[in-house]
């Protein structure tokens, strides 16, 4: 269980040291016109690095039901939860989700870095929205572990 501390508090340290090192204006030019897309990422992170922490304290401390089977969750599970900042990153640029009603003519980032907290926090319901979106606007039928799950 310390190993996975250690590994969430380095993972959260490296995210922030990405946001410091893309707030310095640091990146080469040809990287600069997806940096809202590498803050996507890094938020993304951040929400799965919270959702583990909390899950290491809940089911160590609070329910004492910590098993060893999970130790690989908790190290992919961030990864994941980058992977899905990103993902919703490229869903809103392509307008297949919408965050406002009404077009805005210069949109914050805010809503980007927002719905990407909520991937990285909530990967499991942001890939089963990302089913239906994909079903709903192409026809792709929904996978059999979203068919599965209740």
Same mark, same amino acid.
């Given at each position: 269980?310390?190993?996975?501390?250690? %590994?969430?508090?380095? @993972?959260?340290?490296?995210?922030?040291? *990405? %946001?410091? @090192?893309?707030?310095?204006?640091?990146?080469?030019? /040809?990287?600069?016109?997806?940096?809202?897309?590498?803050? !996507?990422?890094?938020? +993304? *992170?951040? *929400?799965?690095? =919270?959702? !583990?922490?909390?899950?290491? %304290?809940?089911?160590? !401390?609070?329910?004492?039901? /910590?098993?060893?089977? /999970? &130790?690989? /969750?908790?190290?992919?599970?961030?990864?994941?939860?980058?992977? $899905? +900042?990103?993902?919703?990153?490229? @869903?809103?640029? $392509?307008?297949?989700?919408?965050? #406002?009603?009404?077009?805005?003519?210069?949109?914050?980032? %805010?809503?980007?870095?927002? =719905?990407?907290?909520?991937? +990285?926090?909530?990967?499991?319901?942001?890939?089963?929205?990302? #089913?239906?979106?994909? &079903?709903?606007? @192409? +026809?792709?039928?929904?996978?059999?572990?979203?068919?599965? &799950?209740?």
């Amino acid at each position: 269980m310390k190993k996975i501390i250690f %590994y969430l508090l380095l @993972f959260l340290f490296l995210i922030t040291y *990405g %946001y410091i @090192f893309l707030g310095k204006e640091a990146l080469p030019s /040809w990287l600069m016109p997806y940096k809202l897309l590498l803050y !996507c990422g890094l938020t +993304g *992170g951040i *929400g799965g690095v =919270l959702y !583990c922490l909390r899950a290491v %304290y809940l089911n160590r !401390c609070v329910k004492n039901q /910590w098993s060893e089977h /999970w &130790e690989v /969750w908790y190290y992919i599970r961030p990864i994941v939860s980058v992977m $899905a +900042g990103f993902i919703s990153y490229i @869903f809103l640029k $392509a307008g297949l989700i919408v965050l #406002e009603a009404t077009e805005v003519s210069n949109p914050s980032n %805010y809503g980007f870095l927002a =719905l990407s907290f909520v991937a +990285g926090l909530n990967v499991d319901n942001f890939i089963k929205k990302l #089913e239906a979106i994909a &079903e709903a606007a @192409f +026809g792709i039928k929904k996978s059999n572990v979203s068919k599965d &799950e209740k």
